[in-house]
DNA sequence: TAATAACCGAGACGGTACGTCTCGTCTTAGG
DNA sequence: CCTAAGACGAGACGTACCGTCTCGGTTATTA
C-alpha cells in the first residue's frame, strides 16, 4: 500500500532552494542595517536577486518574512546536555542561551519581534510553538532527570522554573538592558539548585549545592 | 527684582488643554489597539476631536507623541512597604505588579512598547529611567532592609535579584503567554528568599527563611 | 433671499487648481507618447510635479484621468464659417480638421482612443457627444445652407455626406497612414459637391441618378 | 498504421492540432471581450486548455498572439467581381465589406486593434500589408476597369477614391457608431460613379450609366 | 476697538512603501 | 520534444500613511 506515501510532489516548476536562502539572508542583512520595521521588501528583491512576487509567494507579509528570517537565525538542533551533573546541565544551557542573545543581530532582533507578537497571534504561536516549545522541551528534560536523580525537589514547579531561568534573560534583553554573561547563566542555575533543591531541614546531611561547587 | 520671573505667556491664543488630554488619551487607547507603531496620527485626530496639526504643533513626530502616551500612563507614585517580613514585603510589591500587568491596556501596550524599545533609544531611556528605575528602587530597598535583618545573605546579588523578580513576570506577558498570578508572585517571592537566604551549612541554626513559609 | 447661493465651500484645504492644470497636461503628453494604456500614473505624478494620491484624488483609475484629459483636450468652440460659397465653406472646416489631425498630438492620440472606445462605453459616449457632435452640428449647417441655396440636392443624406467628409480623413488618420493634407480637404469637398450637386435630371436632358435607382 | 507516410514525423511529441485551433478561438473570444491589451495570456492558456508555454511555443508575444488570431478571423480569399458594371462591382465589394464588419466579432475587434495599430508599428505594418493591402488591390482592379471601359474619368484619384469608399464605414465602425449596411454600401458606390464619373460638361450627350453596360 | 499673533478643525499636499497583479520566460514530471 | 502546472524577475498598479501646508475662522493679548 502506497497510501501511507503521503507525500505528493506539487505540479509545476517547484520553488528555487536558491532563492529560498537568498530571500532569507537578505532579509537579515537588512534587518541588521535598518531594524525590523526600517527595512524594505524591494531592497530585500533587489539584494536577493529575485522578484517581488517570489517573497510574497512565500511570505504573507512583511512581518511574517521577518519572522521567518529571524526563526531561520535562531533555529538550531539543541542537544540536551547530559554531564551527569544537573548543575552543569542547566549552566551549559543557559551559556548556550546567553551566548545566541549576546550576537548583536539577535539582540536588535528581539524586541521588535516580541512587539510584533502583540499584534500578530499567528507570529506568536509560531515562535512560542517553534524556538521556544524546543528550548523548553530541552529544560525540562534536565530538570526532570534532576528531580528523578534527587538533585531537586519532587513538587517542583517546573513552569515557574522554566521561567525563572529564561525571564531574567529576556528581562534584561528587552526591558532593562542588563548585561547578558556567563555571571547571569550561573546566577539563574544556582538560584534554581538552591531554591528548588531538596529541603536541607528535611535532609539535613545531602547537601547537593555543596558538592555542585567542586 | 523680576528676573526669576521667567515666564512670559506667549502671543496669541493659548493651546487648549481639553485637546492636550483628549489627544493623549486616544493615543493610548489607539496604542494598545494597534501597538505603538500600528495606530494612526489621523485616528488619534478624529478620536481626540482634533486636527492633526493640534497634534504636530505639540510632538515632533508620531514616535514622540507615543512616547509622551506611556510616559503619561505608567508613572505613579510607589510606596515601600514594611511589614516587618522581608517575605511579605516582596510579595506585597510583586502582587502589585501582578495586578498591574494583568490590567488589559497594561498587558496589550508592554509588547508594542518592548518593540519600540529596540529601535528608539529615547523612548528606552526614558521608561528605564522613570518607570523602571523607581519599581527597582523600591525593591532594592526591600531586599536592603531584608539583609540588614538577616532574612538574605549579605552577598546577595542584588541585580540578579531584581531580575529574578521581575524577569518571569514579562516573559510570562511577552513571550509565553503563561499566567499573570498570586501564584507566580509567590512562587519568586518564595524562590527568592530561599535561594538567597542565610547559607545553612554557615549558620545550621538560624533559618529565619524557613519559619516564615510556616 | 440667500436659497438660491446653493455653493458651500468645502472645509479643509481647497484643491489646487494648479494641480488641477498640471496632472491634465502631463497626462495628454504621455498619452500621445505612450497610448491610452501604455501610460504610467507615476511618470503623470512626476511630470505634473504632483504626488500619486493628488491624482487618485481627482480621478478613480487611470482610465478615468485619460478620459478626463482627453475630454478636456478636445472641446473648443468651432465657428461656422460662412464664405457665400459652399464648397468654400466645406473646404475651411475641412482644412480644419486636417489641421488639427496633422499635429502631433492628435496624430498620436487618436489610435488609442479610438482603441479605448471600443472597451469604454463612458469614453466613447463623451467623445461622441462633445467633441465629435459639435463639428458635425457645424458642418450639418453648412450642408443644409447649401441645400437651400441650391448648391446641393434636396435629398441629400446628410448623414452619408458626413461621414464622407470624416471618414477618408480618419481613416488615413487610424488605418492606412495616408497623406493628411489640402488635396485631401479638396479631394472630399469637390467629391461632395459633384457628387451631392444638383441633378441634371430636373434640367431635363440629363437622369442619370435617376436611373440607377431602378 | 502511420508508417506508410513519407514524410518523417519529427522527434519528440507532436504538436496538437486541437491546442492550435483552442489557442486561436480563445484569444479571439477573450480580444473581444476585453480588448487587444485588455485579455491576459493566463486567460488563454486557461480558457483553451492548455499551458502558458503552449501558446509562447506558437507566437513570440501576446501581440503577436492577438495579431494571429485576427488575421485567422479576417483573412479569406477575395474574388475581383466582374458583372460587367462598375457601380455593380463596386457594390458586391461594399456589401461584402458591410457584412464583414457587421459581425459582432469584428466590430469589437476593429477597434483595439487600430489601437494596437497606433503604438505597435509592426502589427500597423502587417494589417496594412495583408489585409488591407489586398482588398485595396481588388477595388484598385475594379476601379481601373471602370476608367477603361469609360465609366470612370482618366484622372481619377484612386487612393482617394478607395478612402472615400472604406472611411465612411470605419469610421461608422470606430467612431460614430452609425449604421453598417447595404445603403452605406448604396450610397459612397452612388457617390464614386457620380463623382468620379466622366464630366458631363465636357461629354454633354454620353451618360456614364449608358456606357457601363458596353 | 482694532490689530496682531497663535491657535483651531478639516483636509489636500508631495513622498514613499506596501502588497497585488500581469507579462513573458523557465523548469519541473510525465506522455 | 511535446504537454500542463506553476515558479521566476521585472515592474506598474492603486492604497495607505507620514509630516507639512493651507484654508476660513477663533481666542487671547497688546495698542
Known amino acids: 500500500m502506497t497510501s501511507q506515501q503521503a507525500y505528493v510532489r506539487p505540479l509545476g516548476r517547484p520553488r528555487e532552494a536558491r532563492a529560498d536562502r537568498a530571500i532569507v539572508e537578505a532579509t537579515l542583512e537588512l534587518i541588521a542595517e535598518h531594524g525590523v520595521h526600517g527595512f524594505r521588501t524591494e531592497d530585500v528583491a533587489a539584494r536577493a536577486g529575485v522578484g517581488k512576487g517570489a517573497i510574497y509567494r512565500r511570505y504573507r507579509s512583511k512581518d511574517e518574512l521577518a519572522l521567518a528570517a529571524v526563526a531561520d537565525l535562531v533555529y538550531e538542533e539543541l542537544a540536551v546536555p547530559d554531564t551527569g551533573s544537573t548543575r552543569d ?67 517542583v514547579d517546573v513552569d515557574l522554573a522554566l521561567d525563572v531561568l529564561g525571564g531574567p534573560l529576556f528581562y534584561r534583553l528587552l526591558i532593562t538592558g542588563g548585561p547578558i554573561d556567563d555571571e547571569l547563566a550561573e546566577g539563574v542555575a544556582d538560584l534554581i539548585m538552591r531554591g528548588f533543591g531538596p529541603d536541607p531541614s528535611r535532609r539535613p546531611k545531602a547537601t547537593t549545592a555543596r558538592k555542585r561547587s567542586r
Open 89 to 155: 546541565d542547566l549552566l551549559a544551557l543557559m551559556r548556550e542561551a546567553v551566548a545566541l542573545y549576546r550576537g548583536s543581530l539577535a539582540r536588535r532582533l528581539f524586541p521588535s519581534l516580541v512587539g510584533a507578537m502583540g499584534q500578530k497571534p499567528d507570529l506568536a504561536r509560531a515562535l512560542r510553538e517553534g524556538f521556544l516549545a524546543s528550548r523548553r522541551a530541552v529544560l525540562t528534560e534536565v530538570i526532570q532527570r534532576g528531580i528523578e536523580r534527587g538533585d531537586l525537589r519532587r513538587d
